[in-house]
C-alpha cells in the first residue's frame, strides 16, 4: 500500500478527516483539486450561529480544528440568543476568509504523517471480490493505494454552476467541477442524487452607503471556540443590514421566466430554509421586505457579503435589483451570485460510523452526504477520520448518540432517513437541547476525544483541572448559607430585595431563583469565585438553575440508551422475524439499522414492530433483553 488513508477534498470535511487520520499516526495522503482553496468559506464568512456554534465546541472537545481556525481568524463574535433559554444560545464569529483559508491550509502542510497533493480524482480501485476499497485513481492517471478512503467532495462533484440561461460545469465560480467521481460511484451501485445551492453576489466596500443602513456591532467581548484555546484578542469590525423592498419584488417578479430555478434547469432540490432571493419572493407575496446582512470578506478586502440574497438569476437582473435595495444605491458588483447544482450520496446507504454499506473501508463526509454549512461538514469529517482510523486498527467505530451531542442528532438523521434536500442542523431536531449547551460539550466529549487520541495530555490535564474547580465551586455554593446581617449591610435596596426572601437558604438553592445571578451572590462572597474564567462561573449557574429539567432528562436519556446498547448484528436476517411487518421489514433491510434505538427512529415503522423486534433480540441476548 502507497498510503494507510486517502482524504479526497480540501473543504472543511476533508480538513477535519485529514487531519485526525494523520494525527491518529496513519500515513495519509489529501487530494484536492487547489491547494491553494483548503478551507475556503465558499458562501457566507462566518462560523457558527444557532446549533452549529454547538458542533464548532463539539468538534473542538473531541480534537478538531474548527474552533482553532475561526479563533484565529474572527474579526467578529456574537453569541445569538442572549436573551433566550441557554438551550438555544450559541456563539458566532465572523471570519476574515482569507486568514482563514490560509491558516488551513498552513495546518495541514506542517502536520506530520500528511502528504498534500493537488490532482482529482475520478476513479476508485476495489478489491477482487469489489467489496472493499483499495485506493483511487486520478484525472492525471495516478493510482494511489490505502485501505481506506474518506470522500469529501461539496459541492464540486459533477458541479454546474447557472447565472440566467448561463451554465458551466464547475464546483465553484471559477474551479472546475470533480468530474468522474459521480458516474464511478452510480456505476458501483450506490444511490447518487443532485442537490442545489446558492450564493450571492460579493460587491464593493467602498460603494455603499452605510448611513441609509443599520449597523450591526458584536458582542464587547471576543469569546473562543476552543475549550482550551488561548484569549482572543482579534480587530473587530461590524455588519450591516439593509431589506429588499417592492421595487425589489417588482423587478424579481418580471424575471422569474429567466430563473434556471424555475425553468427547469435546476432539477436538484434546494435548501428549504435558506431559499434564493427569487423563492422568497415567489413563496411568500405578501412580505413586504426581507432583511439582508451586509458582512465583512476579510480586513484587507473590499469584497462585502450580501447575506439572505442569493440568485441564479441573469447578471443584468442582480444589478438592477441590488440597486434597489438602501446603501446599495450605486453599488458595483465584483463576483455575481450564483447556483450550483451536485452530485450527492443519499447517506441512507451509511452506517452510523459514515462507512458505507457497499464498500468497506470507503468513509463519507461533508456535502457528499446532502447536508449544507461548514459546521455539519467539519464534524462528519472528524467523525469520518476517527472512524476510518478506528477501521484501520480493528476497533470499533465511535459512534455518538443522540443525547450526547448534535453532532449525533446530525449522522442519525442522516443515516436512519436518508435526504432529498440540504439537510442543515437546526435546534428543533434536537430532542434533549437543554443537555446539549455549547458550553457543557467538552463535558459530554472531551473524554472520548482523548480515549480516541486526538486530545492531547495538556488538554486533557486542562480539562480535569476544570472539573475540579467546578465542583469545588458547587460545593462551596452548597455549604454557603446566606446571613440576615450580611443581607441588610448590602448597599443596594433592589439588590436587597431581590434577596430578601432567601434569607437562611444555601447559595446553590437561591441561584435556583430566576431573579437571583450568581454574580450577586459572589458580590456578597467573592472569594468563591477568585481567579475562576467567567464562562466556568456562567457554566456554573445554568448547571444549577436548569438542575431539574437536566435530570428528568438525563432519566429520559437513560432509558433511550437501553435501546442503543441493544446492538443488531451485521447481517441480522429480518425475514426470520415472525410477525414482523412486510413493511418495517423491507424499511429493516433498507437502513440496515445498528441498534433497536436507530430501528424505532426508521420513518414509518411500528411500534408494535419494534418490540417484536426486541423480543427477537432479547432471546439470542439475554442480558440485551433485560
Same mark, same amino acid.
Given at each position: 500500500?502507497?498510503?494507510?488513508?486517502?482524504?479526497?477534498?480540501?473543504?472543511?470535511?476533508?480538513?477535519?478527516?485529514?487531519?485526525?487520520?494523520?494525527?491518529?499516526?496513519?500515513?495519509?495522503?489529501?487530494?484536492?483539486?487547489?491547494?491553494?482553496?483548503?478551507?475556503?468559506?465558499?458562501?457566507?464568512?462566518?462560523?457558527?450561529?444557532?446549533?452549529?456554534?454547538?458542533?464548532?465546541?463539539?468538534?473542538?472537545?473531541?480534537?478538531?480544528?474548527?474552533?482553532?481556525?475561526?479563533?484565529?481568524?474572527?474579526?467578529?463574535?456574537?453569541?445569538?440568543?442572549?436573551?433566550?433559554?441557554?438551550?438555544?444560545?450559541?456563539?458566532?464569529?465572523?471570519?476574515?476568509?482569507?486568514?482563514?483559508?490560509?491558516?488551513?491550509?498552513?495546518?495541514?502542510?506542517? !502536520?506530520?504523517?500528511?502528504?498534500?497533493?493537488?490532482?482529482?480524482?475520478?476513479?476508485?480501485?476495489?478489491?477482487?471480490?469489489?467489496?472493499?476499497? !483499495?485506493?483511487?485513481?486520478?484525472?492525471?492517471?495516478?493510482?494511489?493505494?490505502?485501505?481506506?478512503?474518506?470522500?469529501?467532495?461539496?459541492?464540486?462533484?459533477?458541479?454546474?454552476?447557472?447565472?440566467?440561461?448561463?451554465?458551466?460545469?464547475?464546483?465553484?465560480?471559477?474551479?472546475?467541477?470533480?468530474?468522474?467521481?459521480?458516474?464511478?460511484?452510480?456505476?458501483?451501485?450506490?444511490?447518487?442524487?443532485?442537490?442545489?445551492?446558492?450564493?450571492?453576489?460579493?460587491?464593493?466596500?467602498?460603494?455603499?452607503?452605510?448611513?441609509?443602513?443599520?449597523? !450591526?456591532?458584536?458582542?464587547?467581548?471576543?469569546?473562543?471556540?476552543?475549550?482550551?484555546?488561548?484569549?482572543?484578542?482579534?480587530?473587530?469590525?461590524?455588519?450591516?443590514?439593509?431589506?429588499?423592498?417592492?421595487?425589489?419584488?417588482?423587478?424579481?417578479?418580471?424575471?422569474?421566466?429567466?430563473?434556471? &430555478?424555475?425553468?427547469?434547469? %435546476?432539477?436538484?432540490?434546494?435548501?428549504?430554509?435558506?431559499?434564493? %432571493?427569487?423563492?422568497?419572493?415567489?413563496?411568500?407575496?405578501?412580505?413586504?421586505?426581507?432583511?439582508?446582512?451586509?458582512?465583512?470578506?476579510?480586513?484587507?478586502?473590499?469584497?462585502?457579503?450580501?447575506?439572505?440574497?442569493?440568485?441564479?438569476?441573469?447578471?443584468?437582473?442582480?444589478?438592477?435589483?441590488?440597486?434597489? &435595495?438602501?446603501?446599495?444605491?450605486?453599488?458595483?458588483?465584483?463576483?455575481?451570485?450564483?447556483?450550483?447544482?451536485?452530485?450527492?450520496?443519499?447517506?441512507?446507504?451509511?452506517?452510523?460510523?459514515?462507512?458505507?454499506?457497499?464498500?468497506?473501508?470507503?468513509?463519507?463526509?461533508?456535502?457528499?452526504? /446532502?447536508?449544507?454549512?461548514?459546521?455539519?461538514?467539519?464534524?462528519?469529517?472528524?467523525?469520518? /477520520?476517527?472512524?476510518?482510523?478506528?477501521?484501520?486498527?480493528?476497533?470499533?467505530?465511535?459512534?455518538?448518540?443522540?443525547?450526547?451531542?448534535?453532532?449525533?442528532?446530525?449522522?442519525?438523521?442522516?443515516?436512519?432517513?436518508?435526504?432529498?434536500?440540504?439537510?442543515?442542523?437546526?435546534?428543533?431536531?434536537?430532542?434533549?437541547?437543554?443537555?446539549?449547551?455549547?458550553?457543557?460539550?467538552?463535558?459530554?466529549?472531551?473524554?472520548?476525544?482523548?480515549?480516541?487520541?486526538?486530545?492531547?495530555?495538556?488538554?486533557?490535564?486542562?480539562? &480535569?483541572?476544570?472539573?475540579?474547580?467546578?465542583?469545588?465551586?458547587?460545593?462551596?455554593?452548597?455549604?454557603?448559607?446566606?446571613?440576615?446581617?450580611?443581607?441588610?449591610?448590602?448597599?443596594?435596596?433592589?439588590?436587597?430585595?431581590?434577596?430578601?426572601?432567601?434569607?437562611?437558604?444555601?447559595?446553590?438553592?437561591?441561584?435556583?431563583?430566576?431573579?437571583?445571578?450568581?454574580?450577586?451572590?459572589?458580590?456578597?462572597?467573592?472569594?468563591?469565585?477568585?481567579?475562576?474564567?467567567?464562562?466556568?462561573?456562567?457554566?456554573?449557574?445554568?448547571?444549577?438553575?436548569?438542575?431539574?429539567?437536566?435530570?428528568?432528562?438525563?432519566?429520559?436519556?437513560?432509558?433511550?440508551?437501553?435501546?442503543?446498547?441493544?446492538?443488531?448484528?451485521? /447481517?441480522?436476517?429480518?425475514?426470520?422475524?415472525?410477525?414482523?411487518?412486510?413493511?418495517?421489514?423491507?424499511?429493516?433491510?433498507?437502513?440496515?439499522?445498528?441498534?433497536?434505538?436507530?430501528?424505532?427512529?426508521?420513518?414509518?415503522?411500528?411500534?408494535?414492530?419494534?418490540?417484536? &423486534?426486541?423480543?427477537?433480540?432479547?432471546?439470542?441476548?439475554?442480558?440485551?433483553?433485560?
Amino acid at each position: 500500500m502507497d498510503f494507510d488513508a486517502i482524504v479526497i477534498g480540501g473543504g472543511h470535511a476533508g480538513i477535519e478527516a485529514g487531519l485526525a487520520l494523520s494525527r491518529l499516526g496513519f500515513n495519509t495522503l489529501f487530494i484536492t483539486q487547489n491547494i491553494d482553496t483548503i478551507g475556503k468559506l465558499s458562501c457566507n464568512p462566518a462560523v457558527g450561529g444557532l446549533s452549529k456554534g454547538n458542533m464548532v465546541r463539539e468538534i473542538d472537545a473531541l480534537g478538531g480544528e474548527m474552533a482553532h481556525l475561526i479563533d484565529h481568524t474572527m474579526i467578529q463574535f456574537r453569541i445569538l440568543n442572549r436573551s433566550r433559554g441557554p438551550a438555544v444560545q450559541a456563539p458566532r464569529a465572523q471570519a476574515d476568509k482569507f486568514a482563514y483559508s490560509a491558516l488551513a491550509k498552513y495546518t495541514l502542510e506542517h !502536520q506530520k504523517d500528511l502528504h498534500l497533493f493537488q490532482d482529482t480524482v475520478t476513479d476508485f480501485i476495489l478489491s477482487s471480490d469489489g467489496y472493499s476499497i !483499495q485506493g483511487v485513481i486520478t484525472e492525471r492517471n495516478m493510482r494511489f493505494t490505502a485501505r481506506a478512503v474518506v470522500l469529501t467532495t461539496g459541492t464540486f462533484m459533477e458541479g454546474k454552476i447557472f447565472i440566467g440561461k448561463y451554465w458551466k460545469v464547475s464546483g465553484r465560480l471559477g474551479e472546475p467541477a470533480a468530474e468522474g467521481l459521480g458516474v464511478s460511484l452510480r456505476r458501483m451501485g450506490f444511490d447518487v442524487g443532485r442537490l442545489k445551492t446558492g450564493t450571492p453576489a460579493r460587491v464593493k466596500r467602498s460603494s455603499l452607503d452605510y448611513s441609509k443602513m443599520e449597523m !450591526q456591532p458584536g458582542d464587547d467581548e471576543m469569546l473562543q471556540f476552543s475549550f482550551f484555546g488561548e484569549k482572543v484578542q482579534r480587530p473587530k469590525v461590524p455588519c450591516w443590514i439593509t431589506y429588499t423592498n417592492e421595487k425589489t419584488h417588482e423587478i424579481i417578479r418580471a424575471n422569474f421566466h429567466q430563473s434556471p &430555478l424555475f425553468s427547469g434547469m %435546476i432539477v436538484g432540490l434546494g435548501p428549504r430554509y435558506c431559499p434564493s %432571493i427569487e423563492d422568497k419572493v415567489k413563496r411568500f407575496p405578501d412580505r413586504e421586505r426581507h432583511q439582508i446582512f451586509v458582512e465583512p470578506e476579510g480586513l484587507d478586502s473590499e469584497e462585502m457579503y450580501l447575506n439572505g440574497i442569493s440568485s441564479s438569476l441573469p447578471e443584468e437582473v442582480q444589478n438592477q435589483f441590488l440597486h434597489t &435595495l438602501p446603501g446599495l444605491e450605486h453599488v458595483e458588483v465584483v463576483r455575481p451570485g450564483y447556483a450550483v447544482e451536485y452530485d450527492y450520496l443519499n447517506p441512507i446507504q451509511l452506517y452510523p460510523s459514515l462507512m458505507t454499506k457497499r464498500l468497506k473501508g470507503l468513509f463519507i463526509a461533508g456535502q457528499t452526504n /446532502g447536508t449544507s454549512g461548514y459546521e455539519e461538514a467539519g464534524c462528519q469529517g472528524l467523525m469520518a /477520520g476517527i472512524n476510518a482510523a478506528m477501521y484501520l486498527q480493528g476497533k470499533k467505530p465511535l459512534v455518538l448518540s443522540r443525547t450526547e451531542a448534535y453532532i449525533g442528532v446530525l449522522i442519525d438523521d442522516l443515516v436512519t432517513m436518508g435526504t432529498k434536500e440540504p439537510y442543515r442542523m437546526f435546534t428543533s431536531r434536537a430532542e434533549h437541547r437543554l443537555s446539549l449547551r455549547h458550553d457543557t460539550a467538552d463535558l459530554r466529549l472531551l473524554e472520548k476525544g482523548y480515549e480516541a487520541g486526538l486530545v492531547t495530555e495538556e488538554v486533557h490535564s486542562q480539562f &480535569l483541572e476544570k472539573k475540579d474547580k467546578i465542583d469545588e465551586i458547587k460545593e462551596l455554593l452548597s455549604q454557603r448559607h446566606l446571613g440576615a446581617k450580611e443581607l441588610a449591610a448590602c448597599e443596594k435596596e433592589a439588590f436587597n430585595e431581590s434577596l430578601r426572601r432567601h434569607t437562611g437558604k444555601t447559595f446553590d438553592q437561591i441561584i435556583r431563583d430566576p431573579e437571583v445571578s450568581l454574580e450577586q451572590l459572589l458580590n456578597i462572597d467573592p472569594s468563591i469565585g477568585e481567579g475562576v474564567r467567567k464562562d466556568w462561573l456562567q457554566q456554573i449557574e445554568l448547571d444549577i438553575k436548569y438542575d431539574g429539567y437536566i435530570a428528568r432528562q438525563e432519566r429520559q436519556n437513560s432509558r433511550i440508551e437501553k435501546m442503543e446498547r441493544m446492538v443488531i448484528p451485521e /447481517g441480522f436476517d429480518y425475514d426470520s422475524v415472525e410477525s414482523l411487518s412486510a413493511e418495517s421489514c423491507m424499511k429493516f433491510k433498507q437502513v440496515l439499522p445498528a441498534t433497536l434505538g436507530q430501528a424505532s427512529r426508521i420513518s414509518g415503522v411500528r411500534t408494535s414492530d419494534i418490540a417484536v &423486534l426486541m423480543i427477537h433480540l432479547g432471546k439470542k441476548n439475554g442480558s440485551a433483553a433485560e
